[in-house]
C-alpha cells in the first residue's frame, strides 16, 4: 500500500499532467486511455532495437535506424541491453518461454558488438577486448550535460560494459533460479555469463580502493587521481552485484565498495529531505553537483536494487530517493528537470521530456509509489519513448494468474 503522504502528493502531480493535456483551457481533461503496456513494448522494440540478423527480411525504416545506431554506438548497446531486461520482465509476469527465447537471441547481437568479436584493437591498451565501445557511454539524447560534441575515439567503456553486463545477468538469474528452464538453455546461460564475466574483468586494472573506509572505484585510464562519473560507477557497482549472486566474492566486495563510495557522496538538498547527486565525485571529496536528471535515476535505480538485500543503503536512503522524486522530478509539471539543482519555486528551471525520468520509473513493478506516475508517463511518450522505456512499460503488463495446484 502507498503511504497516503507520498500517494496524495503523487495524485496532485498526475492531476497537473492530465490537465496539461486538456484539450483548451478550461476543459475537464479526458480520462486518461486504457494501456495496453504489451502491445506498446512490441511496438517500440519493433521501432528501437534493430535486429542484426536476417538482412533479408528488414524494412527501410530498420535500415534507417541500423544507420542511425552506427552514428550513436552506445544506442545501439543501450536498445539492446534494456530490451532484455524488459523481455525477461515480461517472462515474469506472463510466464511465456518466447519472451526469453527472444532475450536470448538479443544476447547474442549484444555479443557481437563487443570488440573482440568486430575485431577492434584498443590502440590505448594495445589490446583487443571483450568489452563494448563507444565514443560517449550514453545515448547522444542523454549524453553529460557538459561533454559536448562527442569528437574523441572510440574507446572501450566500463559503464556501457557495465549496463550489458547487468541486463544480461537478469537472464541469466531467471534461467538459472527455474529449474525447466535450466534444463533447457542451460549450455546458453552458462555461456553467456562467461563471456559478461570476460567483459567485466577488461577494466579490473582500473579499479582502486578508495583512501577512506572499505570504499572504491574506478578511474579513468591513466588518471589515477580522478574517477569515472558516478552514473558510471552505479552502472558498475549494479554489474558486480549481479555477477556476485549474493554470495561472498571479489565481485560482491566491488558491488559493495562501489556502493559506500556512493552512498558516502550523497548530500541533502536546501530542504533537507531530497537527495543530490555530484556527477563527478573525487577520492577524497564529495565532488561538484547539478547532476543531469537521467543520470541521477541510474544511482535511484542502484539504491533502489540494492537496499532490499541490505547492500550498503537503508531504508532511509530508499524514502530520500522517493522525496527526490515526488518534490524535484514529479512534482507539479508535465516536464522534468534537466539538472536536479536547477529547481525552483517558481519552476524558472531548465526542463525537459518527461524521458529523462526514465530510469528513475524502471522501479514501477518493485514499488507501487511509481507505478502510476510510470503509466501516465508511458500514455504520454506512446509509441515515441525510446528504448530506455522498455524496462518501465514492461513492469507494467499485467501479471497472469498463476496456475492452481
Known amino acids: 500500500m502507498i503511504d497516503r503522504p507520498y500517494s496524495r502528493r503523487l495524485a496532485t502531480a498526475l492531476g497537473a499532467l492530465a490537465l496539461a493535456a486538456a ?8 480520462p486518461p486511455p486504457e494501456l495496453d503496456a504489451l502491445a506498446l513494448f512490441e511496438e517500440i522494440l519493433r521501432q528501437r532495437v534493430v535486429p542484426m540478423r536476417a538482412p533479408q527480411a528488414r524494412s527501410e525504416q530498420a535500415d534507417e535506424e541500423e544507420e542511425a545506431e552506427r552514428e550513436d554506438e552506445a544506442a545501439a548497446v543501450w536498445s539492446r541491453s534494456l530490451a532484455i531486461e524488459g523481455l525477461v520482465e515480461l517472462y515474469r509476469r506472463r510466464r511465456e518461454d518466447v519472451y526469453l527465447e527472444r532475450a536470448l537471441a538479443l544476447s547474442e547481437d549484444l555479443l557481437a558488438l563487443r570488440d573482440s568479436a568486430q575485431k577492434r584493437r584498443d590502440p590505448r591498451r594495445k589490446a583487443t ?18 561533454a559536448g560534441a562527442a569528437t574523441g575515439e572510440r574507446e572501450p567503456s566500463p559503464a556501457l560494459t557495465a549496463l550489458a553486463v547487468a541486463c544480461g545477468m537478469e537472464l541469466v538469474l531467471q534461467i538459472e533460479g527455474e529449474p525447466r528452464l535450466l534444463k533447457l538453455h542451460k549450455r546458453a546461460s552458462q555461456a553467456l555469463e562467461k563471456e559478461l564475466q570476460r567483459a567485466l574483468a577488461c577494466f579490473d586494472e582500473e579499479y582502486m580502493h578508495a583512501p577512506a573506509g572499505k570504499e572504491g572505484y574506478y578511474y579513468p585510464l591513466g588518471d589515477t587521481q580522478t574517477c569515472l562519473p558516478s552514473a558510471d560507477l552505479a552502472l558498475l557497482s549494479r554489474a558486480h552485484l549481479a555477477l556476485a549472486r549474493g554470495k561472498k566474492s571479489e565481485h560482491l566486495d566491488r558491488g559493495e565498495s562501489l556502493a559506500r563510495f556512493l552512498r558516502s557522496r550523497l548530500t541533502k538538498g536546501p530542504d533537507g529531505v531530497t537527495l543530490r547527486w555530484a556527477p563527478v565525485a573525487t577520492p577524497n571529496g564529495r565532488g561538484g553537483k547539478n547532476e543531469r536528471c537521467f543520470h541521477a535515476g541510474l544511482l535511484a535505480d542502484l539504491v533502489r536494487r540494492a537496499e532490499p538485500q541490505r547492500c550498503v543503503f537503508e531504508t532511509s536512503d530508499r524514502k530520500a530517493m522517493r522525496e527526490t522524486f515526488l518534490r524535484l522530478i514529479f512534482a507539479s509539471t508535465p516536464r522534468v528537470p534537466r539538472l536536479l539543482d536547477e529547481v525552483r519555486p517558481d519552476e524558472s528551471s531548465e526542463m525537459v521530456g518527461l524521458e529523462e525520468a ?13 507505478r502510476d506516475a510510470a503509466l501516465e508517463v ?3 511518450l506512446g509509441s515515441s519513448a525510446p528504448a530506455e522505456a522498455l524496462p518501465m512499460i514492461a513492469a507494467l503488463v499485467a501479471p497472469v494468474e498463476a496456475p492452481k495446484k
Do not use: C, E, V
Not at 577486448?129 to 557538459?146: E, M, V
Open 129 to 146: 577486448l571483450a568489452a563494448w565501445s563507444a565514443r560517449s557511454a550514453y545515448p547522444k539524447a542523454f549524453a553529460p550535460i557538459d
Open 358 to 370: 526514465l530510469p528513475w520509473l524502471w522501479a514501477a513493478a518493485s514499488d507501487p509509489l511509481f
Open 378 to 380: 508511458a500514455r504520454r
Open 23 to 30: 484539450p483548451a483551457r478550461g476543459q475537464d481533461p479526458a
